[in-house]
């Protein structure tokens, strides 16, 4: 549908929403309210946007978090005046942690309505502080020529900015004064006989998202000062691989193995890469680094004395801690300006992508000697171990959740992964494979808000998904089940429900009771069958292993179910220190 010349607010509207889908937009996100009409009208009347409408803000923010990450491209997030974007806040900041576009768009009231008592309305100047690309306040709808190429070029400027030079949340506040609905104005619609609409956007098309996820363009004069002969003399280096969620998790697995054969060392690649599911790529993985480094003989015989670091490190506290004992000279892969040195290394940064330093390395002979080698007898021994010892466990044990998901998931399923204990098991009991399983996360922040939300936008008109959540993040978003007859796809919800907060089981405070259960483990008493049954979800208690792997192996193509898990997490805990 074309532009809207029934009023100045629906015209301007539809110029953003035009320019918009001209640069590639497919989804918007609507929550209810009334002074976002005019930009509701605009996305709503467009077919070709899938226009998914939530009612919880909060939840709204997530849902398009989750499809940003599954999509690589901006989507659209619009709420009403007053609180309504407030509950954005959470989803902002985890989309600029972690690097994902999001359009914000909040409804204003005019400014002569500001600061008298005027009704839903606050200060929204600048409201999620610095962590938006970018952040404008739009001027007031304007039915003139001037006004309207001012208002296409605030929309390509700002989805620019939610690409490059580092993906991440655009906020534009955009105050309309009434009408809100899309009455009649004779000034407007005397514009539409005498307005060329295919000139006034014939400059816009799509950008390709591979051009920001690769870097967008050729590499530049820094890969001549590689210090390839440095690496390539070193026989104490690392490549370690932390969370990744690329655009073509092959390319990248690709990538590493590249690099990795040119330098002779070994990865270590933890739960939330791609690389554990893409093993046969790459025959220096190592994914048992965690268990290996708490043994001391083999903790000092791999001292490092070079690691290339891509993107964020792994989430093991054992490997941050031998890294910060022996203080290894770290090179950061990374094209953002961003600080992902959390331990303080002696940290040079080399500003490339993981697949644009591989091919600045592709002509290079590979290395003399495969120091990698070193690590795989100790690496096969560990997993060896223990998959003979998850074998033998048969009370529902958490840890071992994670290690049957990564034998028996369909191949390619699109896996999200709560934080707490479920990202952390995912790190220790995920074995390498070749199933092409894509894992997601909200690694950014590392909260817990907005799991469930998050999980059906990236199952939202995508393949058949799987998330693994506890029972607390699971509570905190249940909110997410509001959008279930919106939801299209089907997402399977493996609930570990072990009655609490079980990572705090982990920390000393656990040995403090009270006010450890009620103040930290905060056990809820919820049915979770009677919860699906409220929201019309699908529920089923597992209470075998065997009806668990029957479960997992085959995903149907729409709905929602959610299958719980009822652990110990106590038991579990125990069970854990004496494995580790």
Known sequence: MGLDFRNTNTLWASVLVATWMRLGLETAIICPGSRSTPLTVAIAQQPQIDTVPILDERSAAFFALGVAKRSQRPVVLVCTSGTAGANFYPAVIEAYESRVPLLILTADRPPELRDCASGQTIDQQKLFGNFPNWYAELALPSSTQAGLRYARQMAVQAWQRSRSPTSGPVHLNCPFRDPLAPIAEPEAQALQPHFDEGAFFAHLDPVDPAFFTLGGGSLSATEQALPLAQWQACDRGLIIAGPAQPAQPQVYCQAVAQISQTLGWAVLAEGLSPLRNYASLNP????????????????????????????????????????????????????SDRNLDPLHQRTRTLPFSVEQLAQALANQPPALKNHWQAWQPGDRQIWQRLAAHLKTIDTLFEGKIAWMLSQHLPEQTPLIIANSMPVRDIELFWQPGDRQIQPFFNRGANGIDGTLSTALGIAHQASPSVLLTGDLALLHDTNGFLSRPQFQGHLTIVLVNNNGGGIFEMLPISQFDPPFETFFAMPQQVDFSQLCAAYGVSYEHITTWQQFQQTIRYLPSEGIRLLEIRSDRKRDTQWRRQLL
């Not at 994914?287 to 989430?315: H, K, V």
């Open 284 to 335: 220096a993985l190592v994914s048992a680094y965690d268990l290996m480094l708490r043994q001391p003989q083999w903790a000092e015989q791999f001292a490092p004395e070079q690691i290339l670091q891509l993107g964020p490190l792994p989430t093991s506290k054992g490997l941050r801690q031998w890294l910060h004992h022996h203080e290894p000279l770290c090179w950061q892969v990374d094209l």
